[in-house]
């Protein structure tokens, strides 16, 4: 649904000890080795298609911080990153990592909104 929260991502200093943390904390599945140094997050179980099977819940990914990714960042599902991005802008916001591939599977592109709070984009490959 466009417009929904669908993803987080948290940066971490050690992301070792972040992910023993998570795990501790919160009981969440953390999976390592997906590429870049990043980590997917599974907060609450997943059907086949690897979406949240409980209505509302999200899942995510850790990554070692560093810019854009300093603070802990929420995703926004759009079905069209270069169109959510001009809107953005032309609101006062400011594009801080145009629209890449992810893997395939879709799109991702950060930005920051006018009070300088850095959010990401999801645009879905089909």
Known sequence: MSGSVVHFEIPADEPDRA???YREAFGWQIQTGVGG???????TPSDDSGRPAQ?????????SRQHPVTSPVLTIDVPDIE?????????????LVGK????GMGFSAYFTDTEGNVMG???SAT
Do not use: K, R
């Open 121 to 123: 984009l999801w645009q």
């Open 37 to 43: 140094g990043y980590s997917l997050v599974s907060t």
């Open 100 to 103: 890449q591939d992810v893997m």
């Open 19 to 21: 992910h023993g943390f």
């Open 55 to 63: 209505p509302g819940a999200i899942n995510g990914g850790m990554l």
């Open 83 to 95: 169109s959510a991005l001009a809107t953005i802008e032309s609101l006062g916001g400011s594009t």
